[in-house]
């Protein structure tokens, strides 16, 4: 099975807005939930956001509810993460990668994980 394949990061200044891509095409993902984790320099990967395969729900960490919106475009074999009024806080690597059992926040329950896109927001 191909890994997802993230994009869509940047330098961004705090206060604005990213759009990242996690394309993963495949009977795996499209039948998957997904989820974005991410990885700032010094600090383990965290759970930031998932969405079940059919789209009907989502689920955020509480250091980015209400700023970030994950959606999916099955027909298409995309995972979106819109990211808006980022902050500094915000800075790390973004991964994508389909879960394939347990819960969703814990990253060992995923497979299939992306190389990852750098976010880096300014002051």
């Known amino acids: 099975q191909a890994q997802p394949v993230e994009s869509g990061g940047g330098l961004v200044q705090a206060g604005g807005s990213l759009k990242l891509s996690c394309a993963a095409s495949?009977?795996?993902?499209?039948?998957?939930?997904m989820g974005w984790f991410r990885q700032a320099p010094g600090k383990e990967r965290e759970f930031v956001a998932a969405?079940?395969?059919?789209?009907?729900?989502?689920y955020y960490a509480d250091s980015v509810k209400g700023r970030f919106m994950i959606s999916r475009d099955n027909a298409k074999d995309i995972v979106y993460l819109q990211m808006n009024n980022l902050k500094l806080e915000d800075t790390a690597v973004y991964s994508c990668?389909?879960?394939?059992?347990?819960?969703?926040?814990?990253?060992?329950?995923?497979?299939?994980w992306g190389q990852g896109t750098q976010v880096t927001v300014s002051s």
């Open positions: 990668a389909a879960r394939n059992r347990g819960s969703l926040y814990y990253d060992y329950n995923y497979d299939y």
């Open positions: 495949g009977r795996t993902f499209r039948r998957s939930d």
């Open positions: 969405i079940l395969w059919n789209a009907g729900y989502t």
